[in-house]
C-alpha cells in the first residue's frame, strides 16, 4: 500500500486530479476527537500503510500540533513524519495533493517526505486582498499598509516562493471584465507579480472580494494552461488577515512532471533513522546531513528547466 498522506483539516484536501491519486486522511484536533479515538485512528493508518506523513501548515493552532506530537510520542513510532509547511492554506492544499500523486509511485517513505520542501519552491501561491493593514505573514511596506486603509484599494500579494506584494490600479477589476486593472499582470506602479518560469495550472478560491483579476489578467500572463475553482479554505481569512480576497496557486498538475522532479534531486541516506532524504534534512527524525554531505535542497535552475520543461508560449 502507498504511504498515508494526512492532513489536520478537511479543508487542504482538494478533489484528485485523476482516479489513481490516493485520498488524504484528516486528523481533526483536539476539540473534534478525544485523545484515544486519534491514538486508534493512527494505529489503523500505520497498519494498513506502513508510514504516515502528515502535512501540518506553521499556521495550525498550537493545540493541534500538540495533538500530533503526543500521538506520535505515546505510539512511539518513527514511522510519522510531521511536515511543516508555511504556504497559505491553498498553497498547502495543493501541496497535499501533490503527495498524494506522488505516493502511489515507487518512491520510499523517507522520499516522500523530504519531497514536501522540494515541490514548495515550486508553488507559487498567492491572492488578490481587498487590503493589507492585517497582512503579518508576508513583507509589506508603510506605504503599502497605509493604502491598505483605502477604500476600493486591491493588492496581489505573492506569498511564495519569494514574497511580492503590486498595487492594484483601478480596484484590480470587477466582475464581468470591466475594470481589468493591472494590464499583462502589471501593477499600478508597473512592477509585475512574478510568475513560474514552467507550466503550470492555476487553481482559485473566491472569497468576499469582486475580482476577475485572477482569471482575466494573471492566468494570461503566467501562462497557466488550464483555471479551476475550489472553495476557500476555512483558515484562508485568518491567514491573509482579510476576508475580502481572491486566493490562486499556481502548480505542476502532472504526475509525470512531478516524478521526474523528484527523481532529479540526488538521495541521501540518514545517518540517524536511516530513512532515504532529499535536500539536507530527514523528514521523519528532522536529523540534518552530517558535515562533510552535500545535498542542494532544490533543483538548480539550468536542472530545473530540464525537469520541467519551458512554459507553453
Known amino acids: 500500500m502507498p504511504t498515508a498522506i494526512a492532513v489536520i483539516s478537511a479543508d487542504l484536501v482538494l478533489p484528485p486530479t485523476d482516479p489513481q491519486t490516493p485520498p488524504a486522511a484528516v486528523l481533526p484536533g483536539p476539540d473534534a476527537r478525544p485523545l484515544d479515538a486519534a491514538l486508534t485512528d493512527v494505529r489503523q493508518l500505520l497498519d494498513h500503510h506502513g508510514h504516515l506523513i ?12 500538540q495533538r500530533l506530537h503526543a500521538v506520535r510520542a505515546l505510539l512511539e513510532s518513527d514511522r510519522i513524519a510531521i511536515v511543516r ?27 516522500l517526505a523530504s519531497a514536501a520542501r522540494l515541490l514548495t519552491h515550486y508553488v ?33 500579494v505573492l506569498a511564495g516562493p519569494t514574497p511580492q506584494l503590486v498595487r492594484l490600479p483601478g480596484g484590480g477589476g470587477g466582475r464581468g471584465g470591466r475594470g481589468g486593472g493591472a494590464r499583462g499582470g502589471r501593477g499600478a506602479d508597473g512592477e509585475q507579480l512574478a510568475g513560474p518560469e514552467f ?8 472569497g468576499q472580494l469582486q475580482t476577475d483579476w485572477p482569471t482575466a ?16 479554505p476555512e483558515s ?24 521526474q522532479l523528484v527523481t532529479s534531486v540526488r538521495r541521501e541516506t540518514c545517518h540517524w533513522c536511516r530513512m532515504e532524504l532529499l535536500g539536507d534534512r530527514c523528514g521523519f527524525c528532522a536529523a540534518p546531513l552530517t558535515r562533510g554531505e552535500a545535498a542542494p535542497p532544490v533543483l538548480t535552475a539550468p536542472a530545473a528547466r530540464t525537469a520541467l520543461g519551458p512554459a507553453p508560449r
Open 236 to 259: 484562508s481569512a485568518r491567514w491573509w488577515g482579510t476576508g475580502r480576497l481572491v486566493e490562486f496557486t499556481a502548480y505542476l498538475p502532472d504526475l509525470p512532471v512531478l516524478h
Open 124 to 156: 507559487y501561491a498567492g491572492a488578490v486582498l481587498g487590503s493589507v493593514a492585517k497582512l503579518d505573514r508576508v513583507p509589506v511596506g508603510l506605504g503599502s499598509h497605509l493604502k491598505g486603509w483605502l477604500p476600493g484599494a486591491h493588492f496581489a
Open 85 to 111: 509547511t508555511a504556504l497559505p492554506p491553498l498553497g498547502a492544499a495543493v501541496l497535499v495533493r501533490q503527495l498524494r500523486q506522488l505516493s502511489a509511485c515507487d518512491f520510499s517513505p523517507g522520499v
Open 217 to 232: 489578467t494573471l492566468a494570461p500572463r503566467w501562462r497557466a494552461r488550464a483555471v479551476q475553482e475550489t472553495a476557500l
Open 54 to 65: 502528515v502535512v501540518c501548515p506553521d499556521s495550525a493552532p498550537p493545540a493541534a500540533v
Open 199 to 206: 507550466a503550470t495550472d492555476l487553481v482559485l478560491a473566491r
